[in-house]
């Protein structure tokens, strides 16, 4: 097909032109000083991403090894974790910790609201004998297009007076949504290059705050690859303890520029907007958001709940086919039900119309029951809100 394929997945995102050519350098003498250079400007440049004045480490990994290194660097076998089931992702993360040899609990929910502060609270309260040492949220569920509130889940652990870790994956979440590592006392923040940092998938950070730095010198789990002791001491120069991906990092560079030149908050007031529009369109196509707290409501994707009985998986094979155009899946019990709208990373006002119009041009041509008009109501919202109105009549 010719022109631009649409990746509206909800990660990885599309990579823009600038970061597509600050990768391609050559690359250089991880031990040298240019190097040097690099890995302090990335290292130093994430802090402020994450808001933290703490260590952040940068693993060559997907955001799976992210998570091992959040639990493997702060706990020991045996011990007890509390997550909460948000969805695929939380499920997944919980999977891990039992295949580490820990024992995850879940708080569940039905898949279509954010983690419940109230509850956790009331667990931790119950926990009269410390045994719960971290509690694990997922910021976005990427499956599911729900937030957490993790400000409140902090101000919970506070409540209950209780001394477990708090960690938390941004994956779907950094760079989009407004996050504060410092700020709301988490330990540990997990995330990816491929979402809202617009990089190819290949790294992932941790954020650490001191507490969990001293956690790990407790900490009996089998770590080599993950450990944050082994990376604090070459990091404290820009080097890496192993070969790092050197041009993976000359695009975070980029990205980090590009993130301080629009602004953080400019960043965040951009993914907010472009979800309310796509809400919208949700809305006049008679469809249902699957996230059903207003609260809770993601910026960085929209889930959408297909009426009872419509393949959602025909429906994207109709848009890749005719419109070239990818949108996420749903995931194990979302399977078939939902289709995911991905509206982070490098994303503007005629790219979300295109997707959304590419949606609508969808559920006709897969005979999806709808109301026409949805892309229009996006399209007035966004008109609506523009920054740059004139009100000069045409000379
Ligand atoms: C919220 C969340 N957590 C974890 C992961 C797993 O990350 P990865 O696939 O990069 O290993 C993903 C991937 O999409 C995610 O969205």
Redesign the pocket.
């Known amino acids: 097909m010719s022109g631009r394929h649409f990746l509206q997945i909800?990660?990885?995102t599309n990579v823009p032109d600038r970061i597509l050519r600050a990768m391609d350098r050559p690359t250089i003498d991880h031990r040298g000083p240019a190097f040097a250079e690099l890995g302090q400007k990335v290292l130093s440049g994430l802090r402020q991403v994450f808001k933290t004045e703490g260590q952040v480490v940068i693993f060559p990994?997907?955001?799976?090894?992210?998570?091992e290194a959040a639990l493997v660097n702060c706990l020991s076998p045996g011990e007890r974790v509390l997550m909460v089931e948000t969805?695929?992702?939380?499920s997944?993360?919980r999977e891990m910790a039992d295949r580490l040899g820990l024992q995850a609990e879940f708080i569940e929910t039905d898949w279509r609201h954010g983690a419940d502060p109230a509850a956790i609270e009331d667990r931790l309260r119950a926990d009269l004998g410390g045994e719960i040492k971290a509690v694990c949220v997922?910021?976005?569920?990427?499956?599911t297009g729900c937030t957490s509130p993790i400000a409140k889940v902090r101000e919970a652990i506070d409540a209950a007076g209780h001394p477990a870790l708090l960690m938390v994956?941004?994956?779907?979440?950094l760079a989009s949504i407004d996050y504060r590592h410092d700020e709301w006392g988490v330990d540990v923040t997990?995330a990816?290059?491929?979402?809202g940092l617009m990089l190819p998938?290949g790294l992932?950070f941790n954020a650490i705050s001191d507490r969990a730095r001293t956690a790990t010198k407790a900490a009996r789990l089998p770590r080599s690859y993950w450990s944050w002791e082994a990376m604090a001491g070459p990091n404290a120069s820009g080097f890496f303890p192993y070969t790092p991906a050197t041009n993976l990092l000359y695009g975070l560079a980029e990205a980090l520029d590009m993130l301080s030149e629009e602004g953080l908050d400019e960043v965040f007031a951009r993914h907010d907007r472009h979800a309310a529009a796509t809400r919208r369109a949700v809305e006049a196509w008679g469809l249902e958001v699957l996230c059903q707290d207003p609260a809770c409501f993601s910026s960085s994707l929209t889930a959408v709940l297909m009426p009872e009985g419509v393949s959602a998986d025909h429906f994207r094979k109709v848009t890749l086919e005719n419109f070239d155009l990818s949108l996420g899946n749903g995931l194990s019990r979302l399977a078939d039900k939902v289709f995911r709208i991905g509206h982070l990373g490098d994303f503007n006002d005629l790219m979300l119309l295109g997707t959304l119009s590419g949606i609508e041009m969808g559920l006709r041509l897969a005979e999806v029951p709808h109301r026409a008009g949805g892309a229009q109501a996006a399209l007035e919202f966004l008109a609506g809100e523009c920054r740059f109105a004139s009100g000069v009549a045409a000379q």
């Open positions: 909800p990660g990885p990994a997907s955001g799976t090894g992210a998570w969805g695929h992702f939380a997944l993360w997922v910021h976005n569920e990427t499956s994956d941004t994956i779907s979440s997990v990816g290059s491929q979402k998938p992932s």
